[in-house]
């Protein structure tokens, strides 16, 4: 059983753990549930991953008692934002995915909803929307019944150190799209600048949201999100957006993450 501390406030849970390891098995325990859960009430799991250090932290779901219990055919995987690279760069959310997850996991191949890296960044959040619309259509994704948008079963984001999620950073006028469900960007701050990212009407629409945080460099970050203190350029950081209309927030730090939290509000 990992060791972890639950907090909860109006921002969601909050699970604390005592180390890495702790952290990875706590977050495939809760991935694991939660495609149980899901297979029994629709037949589907529908997840979403993101990049950086969060596919890392997965590991665990390709060990047993994983490899074996999870039903890894019901699961339609997506990105909440992916680099408009080719599937073969280093930069590319999809192979960091497929190398350390997705090829040691018996998933079903066409299940695996990544982008078109043929196109412009542009096309490619065009071309995303329109597979998800049809996956809405077709029932194999939910469709939210308070909102025009998908509700997906899971949807995993990392934090960068400004506060970014998926790729709506600080201050980009991608924060403020309502209508679309993936937009673009060719002027990410951090690098590479082409991307395409979910909104955050998709993100708060979702039945459950993950953010997972580790690391003392995001400490600081951390603390402004939960403390509700906003960037340099007085707008709310994106993290401090996520908040699912009627789904469940979970925060997964581990210590160093969580160092500078003191009297955040969360109680236990
Ligand atoms: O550029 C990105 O960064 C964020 C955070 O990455 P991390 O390595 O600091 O955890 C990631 O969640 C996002 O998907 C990615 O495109």
Redesign the pocket.
Known sequence: MALSKVFHNDRGELRIHESLDDLAASLAEYIAELSEVSVKDHGVFSIVL?????VGLMGKLCEAPYIRTVDWARWHIFW??E?VVSKSHSDS?YKLAKDELLSKVPVVPGHIHSINDTVSAEQAASDYEFVIRQLVRTRTVCASDISDCPKFDLIL?????DG????LFPGHGALDEKNEWVTFLTDSP?PPPE?ITFTLPVINSASNVAIVITGENKARAVQMVMAGNSGPDCSSLPAQMVSPSSGNLVWFLDRSAASKLNGSGFSE
């Open positions: 993101s990049g950086g250090s969060l909440s934002d680099r959310n984001l990392g934090m960068g150190l970014h999620v998926a790729s951090k991307r």
